[in-house]
């Protein structure tokens, strides 16, 4: 398929929505990896924080947040810097 072509399907309304799915479908999943990851790391590392983890993932629908919080968790030193990441993020949401 030519380039002219390609551009002309780019540019139809079905290939927009098509792309648009995707891209939703890609989010979702990203988001659905980083409470995973979260929820593991915690599991391991701070289980009595879980109940926390589980309200912040219930609520937060952004993927970028989420993995800053995965981020933030996983480098905490304590279970006292751990529960203060997640309260920041619970009370940013």
Same mark, same amino acid.
């Given at each position: 398929?030519?380039?002219?072509? @390609?551009? $002309?399907?780019?540019?139809?309304?079905? @290939?927009?929505?098509?792309?648009?799915?995707?891209?939703?479908?890609?989010?979702?999943?990203?988001? $659905?990896? @980083?409470?995973?990851?979260?929820?593991t790391?915690?599991?391991?590392?701070?289980?009595?924080?879980?109940?926390?983890?589980?309200?912040k993932?219930?609520?937060?629908?952004?993927?970028?947040?989420?993995?800053?919080?995965?981020?933030?968790?996983?480098?905490?030193?304590? $279970?006292? $810097?751990?529960?203060?990441?997640?309260?920041?993020?619970?009370?940013?949401?």
């Amino acid at each position: 398929m030519s380039d002219h072509n @390609y551009d $002309e399907l780019r540019n139809t309304w079905i @290939y927009q929505e098509i792309q648009q799915h995707v891209q939703l479908q890609f989010q979702q999943q990203d988001r $659905e990896n @980083y409470c995973q990851a979260l929820h593991t790391i915690v599991q391991a590392r701070f289980p009595r924080l879980l109940t926390l983890v589980e309200q912040k993932t219930a609520t937060t629908r952004d993927a970028r947040q989420l993995h800053v919080l995965v981020v933030h968790v996983a480098s905490a030193r304590t $279970e006292k $810097e751990a529960r203060r990441q997640l309260l920041d993020a619970v009370s940013q949401s």
